[in-house]
């Protein structure tokens, strides 16, 4: 008995060792902006500024065309493209050019960047900006969700890649493809799916996450815009955000039945960026921009759904964000404006603009259109990926933007008004950074 009790002993000390020797799994990156797509890095043991060296690079490998970001989740990385085969990519911003080729669903390893399964179909396009699909891979509960360019919606086992079920929004929902493609990233709320779909009545869709079942349907506008669905909490009633090409409309999660809608229309029909709320000292506000310098500050009520205007952008106020949506960080807005190019903190209650710089953006003194950086929050940092294929780190604060440090992680592959140009959101997961271009998908190590 007394050898049972030691062996079992030693048994239970060795298991506890093993544990304790075990490197902790990273967080996930699920989805677009991460978890809750908060745009929050919440790792701990995460370098605060890059080596001069840079950080190191674990691995590349090649990929196809593509705006659409990486999720990660556990040791799988998750990412759409297009393979092109016939056709040649002019981005026109007032027409569409014509392409043959196949959109992908790509699998990989992510500690060695290995592929472990891919899934394609067939997918002429046509489309302005044509390099491939928009909307970054969505997983959850052991299932990817993915939705093309064309408007391909696709469920697929996260493990192996079998088709579970999907939809077409042109032929089942009769929506025409935006001049930009569809755009939305799909968003799971508990047992069902949510997209912007477009067609008469069916703005916005809800499915059954895993059989892809209609749940409920709602909306028409005059186009249904690019804005991907957003859940908030006010007035203690859980909300769902659709902005269309119109309005921006609150919706019961459940049911789609309508909370209270407020008139903002973009330029172009281009509702792009995720609507952005903040508790401040004189109550709840949601703040939503687009380009043709259309903004406003919303006051949620406290007692019932409903929201009110606190102002609206004018030329010289506000930020108007298009390709990568803006964050609150106590009482400032930090984002791109679409017509300066310029990174911009604005002051919350007043709408006035406190500082610019291009630095993170197209890193040239000059303005350009739709000047982009993607920015997430680590602790009292901000990490960013300009345009040109830097990632950066810097600290933004009322009193200005202050840069730590930067490395050149990935060639611009794409074009934009004469400028080379990446647009693709990264993925903060397991203590790396995921980013694409056209051509490869990169990991570095962001480990202390």
């Known amino acids: 008995m007394r050898t049972f009790a030691t062996s079992r002993l030693l048994l239970l000390a060795t298991s506890i060792v093993s544990l304790v ?13 991460g978890p809750h797509r908060l745009g929050r890095w919440q790792e701990t043991g995460v370098v605060q500024t ?46 569409r050019t014509e392409l043959s080729g196949r959109e992908r669903v790509l699998c990989f390893d992510a500690t060695d960047g290995s592929l472990i399964w891919k899934v394609e179909d067939d997918c002429p396009y046509a489309l302005s900006y044509a390099s491939g699909p928009r909307c970054t891979p969505t997983v959850d509960d052991g299932r990817v969700y993915t939705l093309g360019a064309e408007g391909h919606l696709l469920c ?9 079920w999907e939809k077409n929004f042109k032929t089942d929902y009769d929506a025409p493809t935006p001049i930009w493609g569809f755009c939305a990233h799909p968003l799971v709320d508990g047992e069902q799916l949510i997209c912007v779909v477009g067609g008469e009545g069916s703005v916005a869709v809800s499915f059954n996450k895993k059989t892809g079942e209609e749940l409920w349907r709602h909306g028409s506008a005059s186009e249904a815009g690019y804005c991907p669905p957003t859940i908030i909490e006010s007035a203690g009633v859980r909300q769902l955000l659709i902005w269309d090409a119109d309005n921006l409309n ?6 789609g039945k309508p909370l209270w809608s407020q008139p903002l229309k973009p330029g172009y029909g281009m509702s792009i960026t995720a609507p952005r709320v903040a508790d401040t000292p004189d109550g709840q506000v949601l703040f939503a921009s687009g380009i043709g310098r259309v903004a406003a500050l ?13 102002w609206r952008g004018e030329p010289k106020t506000a930020v108007y964000s298009a390709n990568a949506t803006p964050f609150i960080e106590g009482t400032t807005l930090y984002g791109c404006d679409c017509d300066t190019g310029f990174l911009t903190a604005v002051d919350l209650a007043t709408g ?5 710089t291009s630095a993170p953006t197209m890193g040239t003194e000059r303005r350009g259109k739709h000047g982009t950086a993607f920015l997430v929050r680590h602790g ?26 930067r490395m050149h992680l990935l060639e611009p592959t794409n074009e934009c008004f004469g400028r080379e140009v990446v647009w693709s959101h990264p993925a903060f997961a397991n203590r790396c950074i995921y980013a694409r271009n056209d051509q490869e998908l990169v990991c570095v190590s962001a480990a202390e």
Do not use: H
């Not at 593509?66 to 493209?81: E, F, H, K, W």
């Not at 919303?298 to 606190?310: G, H, K, N, Q, T």
């Not at 990926?385 to 202050?402: K, N, Q």
């Open 21 to 33: 020797a075990l490197p902790s799994r990273g967080d996930d990156w699920p989805q677009w902006l």
């Open 50 to 95: 890059i080596p001069d060296a840079g950080l190191p690079v674990l691995w590349r490998v090649p990929v196809q065309g593509g705006y659409s970001g990486p999720a990660v989740v556990g040791n799988r990385v998750y990412l759409t493209d297009y393979m092109r085969t016939a056709g040649e990519l002019a981005n026109d911003p007032n027409g």
């Open 156 to 164: 697929l086992d996260a493990e192996t890649g079998e088709r579970l």
């Open 250 to 255: 609150a919706l019961v999660p459940e049911t």
């Open 298 to 310: 919303f006051r949620l009520s406290s007692d019932s759904p409903s929201a009110s205007v606190l």
């Open 352 to 356: 006035e603009r406190l500082w610019e």
């Open 380 to 405: 009292d940092r901000t990490w960013l990926m300009s345009e040109t294929g830097d990632l950066i780190v810097a600290r933004l604060s009322p009193a200005g933007y202050e840069e730590l440090s």
